[in-house]
Nanobody, 116 residues
Framework: QVQLAESGGGLVQPGGSLRLTCEASGFTFSSYAMGWFRQVPGKERELVAR????????NYADSVKGRFTISRHRTKNTVYLQMNNLKPEDTALYYC?????????WGQGTQVTVSS
């Protein structure tokens, strides 16, 4: 079955960096887009970044453009989110996402807290 496992979250000061990792299994990783979403309590889950299987330009939320970079390692079935110049408003639970065979799959989430 499809499984997504995030790691790499933590506490970081404003201006700092983190790299999130999502390890995927149970589907043909190279055939599907992968995404990162985030959610804070009381708000809807929002798309942060998405990368496509065909090499097209990734999509980013306006709030993270120029600071975050999504990438994928095809042979490792892994997608990354490099987050630089982090801001307190980036604090959230970050989820890895895959839409496989018309179903949405999510990881368990990894917490990112940006605070001094």
């Amino acid at each position: 079955q499809v499984q997504l496992a995030e790691s790499g979250g933590g506490l970081v000061q404003p201006g700092g960096s983190l790299r999130l990792t999502c390890e995927a299994s149970g589907f043909t990783f190279s055939s599907y887009a992968m995404g990162w979403f985030r959610q804070v309590p009381g708000k809807e889950r929002e798309l942060v970044a998405r990368i496509f299987f065909n090499g097209g330009s990734p999509n980013y939320a306006d709030s993270v453009k120029g600071r975050f970079t999504i990438s994928r390692h095809r042979t490792k079935n892994t997608v990354y989110l490099q987050m630089n110049n982090l801001k307190p408003e980036d604090t959230a639970l970050y989820y890895c996402h895959a839409h496989v065979l018309q179903r949405d799959f999510w990881g368990q989430g990894t917490q990112v807290t940006v605070s001094s």
